[in-house]
């Protein structure tokens, strides 16, 4: 709340100070019973509350009717456990986690043997190490000619090799 109807700011706290006071001493007065302000509730929905019927409530023979139900499901249970038809979900769960586990592995081991035959092939094969591409790829100056690949790990006698190549290319 404020109020700007005095000139100094004391006055006016002072008055709303007094305003306060009269609206509290006017909702402490028991005479005022408000009946003459209209109530509307319109607005307002009656929530149901949800009541338990007196049906469901457990009886003592209902208490012995759950009890030898359960005592029926365990003894059952205990016997599938002894044929082996019951799932222990925890069991199945492990072994499909370990399942994914050694595919995983596999993977990954024929993945690193793919690498390392790939590495031997291209050592072992001259080939792969030295090899000469014709030029006829594009319209370029020189279409017939010929030039050199030699990769860094090349050796004397891929060189040689190569020599030999082109001298039979030339002639």
């Not at 006016?12 to 009269?22: G, I, P, T």
């Not at 035959?117 to 030029?135: E, M, W």
């Amino acid at each position: 709340m404020s109020c700007e109807s005095y000139e100094h700011q004391a006055q006016n706290r002072q008055h709303l100070l007094a305003l306060v006071n009269d609206l509290v001493a006017a909702a402490k007065d028991p005479e005022d019973t408000f009946e003459d302000v209209p109530l509307d509730l319109r607005h307002r929905r009656v929530k149901a509350k949800p009541r338990f019927p007196r049906e469901w409530r457990m009886t003592d023979q209902r208490r012995l009717e759950l009890e030898e139900q359960r005592r029926q499901q365990a003894i059952g249970d205990l016997e599938r456990a002894e044929k082996g038809l019951l799932v222990d979900g925890q069991k199945a769960i492990d072994g499909y986690l370990m399942q994914r586990v050694i595919e995983e592995q596999e993977q990954q081991a024929r993945a690193a043997e793919m690498a390392t035959a790939a590495k031997t092939r291209a050592r072992r094969s001259p080939g792969s190490l030295c090899t000469i591409y014709p030029r006829d790829r594009g319209a370029g100056v020189g279409g017939g000619t010929q030039w050199l690949r030699i990769l860094p790990e090349s050796s004397i006698e891929c060189i040689a090799t190569l020599l030999k190549r082109v001298r039979c290319a030339a002639e």
